[in-house]
């Protein structure tokens, strides 16, 4: 019998280890069983090996793993400080596991002071949920069970807002000892990132609020499809309070806007657009963004997100969605806003001129009052 960890040596603050277990024996016939429950020891300076207790008298999940020549075992390690009666501090641990009646060992280090430099250079292609005086706050464009802090002068990548997926190249990182799952990440630089769209999906409808005054808002969302991603998180929905510059406060947390993000169970009309040069698309946008109601800083963010999807295509066949996208993303606001302006873009990529018939696009708005803005997109 065989057993070992994915790791020999983890930093402190790291929460999970793979303990592999195979049967290296000549008996093809032979076969044992084993559960999920394991011991962690620490090595002492005397020499000798101390038992680490549980916090909590352990509850082990009902599973047994056969160990044979034609099956092994993979079991997960919960390393994290709240399972045991003292931090894991750096240090020599074994994992202890009994077989049988035979008790084996797999060795791990704890080493370092907490931050791990990469022999190479690392990737992390990450959604912005908040922007700190010290950085941005993330989560993994894909579902992960983890979250990231990217440590860095926000100034310097002033570009950046809540909801954009950058990518951060980085070679140094630490886990937060005060948080489960929380890699805090040193970059050596972060760039916008830019992943293939899913036309199933609603990406980056950003909600700005403009009340006349200090104001607390109820923002709700009744949307025809499945909510991917919130920022802040919408619950039963967003309850803020909001600024006449755009300021949003959640929680305590400043926002720039609301934003959301979602697969969708509906269809667009495309049936009238417009067919756009690639290289002649930010210039199209923009002209077409100012007539829809949107201001410069607006329309910078939407070009910001959706002109690295576009202008290197030779053409893009664009609608400006009506009421096929607001009937299915019904917005309620408490108090109702006095302008409400919703810009929401389909587009396809085509490698060739299309005909079709051009969209009449409605009377272009004028901002009064409390105002509320939207812009979002979809590819087809």
């Known amino acids: ?38 011991e962690l020891d620490r090595l002492e300076e005397d020499g000798t090996w101390r038992n680490i207790p549980y916090a909590d008298e352990m509850a082990w999940i009902a599973i047994a793993y056969e160990i044979s020549a034609q099956s092994n075992a993979v079991i997960g390690i919960d390393l994290s400080e709240d399972m045991y009666t003292e931090p894991l501090t750096p240090g020599t641990y074994r994992i202890r596991k009994n077989i049988g009646g035979t008790d084996f060992f797999a060795e791990f280090e ?26 941005f706050e993330c989560s993994n464009i894909y579902p992960m069970p983890e979250t990231y802090f990217v440590e860095c002068d926000p100034a310097e990548y002033e570009d950046f807002c809540v909801g954009d997926q950058i990518e951060v190249i980085y070679s140094v990182y630490r886990y937060d000892p005060d948080k489960d799952s929380y890699m805090i990440v040193t970059p050596d630089d972060v760039l916008p990132s830019y992943v293939e769209l899913d036309p199933e999906v609603c990406y980056k409808p950003v909600i700005y609020l403009y009340p006349e005054e200090e104001t607390d ?25 909001a600024y006449p510059d755009g300021t949003i406060i959640s929680g305590g947390r400043k926002y720039p806007y609301l934003f959301w993000e979602g697969e969708r169970n509906f269809e667009f009309d495309t049936s009238h657009g417009f067919c756009v040069a690639g290289a002649q698309t930010q210039e199209f946008l923009t002209d077409r963004l100012t007539y829809l109601g949107l201001n410069e800083k607006e329309i910078s ?23 096929d996208y607001t009937d299915n993303a019904r917005l309620d606001i408490s108090p109702a806003p006095d302008t409400v302006i919703r810009v929401f873009m389909v587009f396809s990529p085509s490698e060739r001129p299309v005909d079709i018939p051009a969209q009449q696009l409605p009377a272009s708005p004028v901002r009064t009052g409390f105002t509320v803005v939207e812009w979002g997109g979809a590819v087809k």
Not at 7 to 28: C, F, H, R, V
Not at 111 to 132: K, P, S, W
């Open 217 to 241: 808002a109820a923002v709700s969302l009744d949307y025809n499809g499945t909510l991917t991603i919130t920022a802040p998180a919408y619950g039963d929905g967003w309850n803020v309070t």
């Open 110 to 135: 704890i080493a370092g002071d907490g931050t791990e430099h990469l022999d190479e250079l690392g990737v992390l292609r990450l959604y912005i949920n908040e922007i700190t005086d010290t950085g």
């Open 301 to 323: 963010g939407f070009l910001k997100f959706w002109l690295p999807y576009m202008e290197n295509n030779p053409y893009n066949i664009i609608t400006f969605a009506g009421t």
């Open 1 to 38: 019998m065989y057993i070992d960890c994915d790791e020999d040596k983890i930093i402190p603050g790291s929460t999970n280890l793979t303990l592999y277990i195979e049967y290296n024996g000549a008996d093809e016939n032979a076969g044992y069983y084993t559960g999920a429950e394991y």
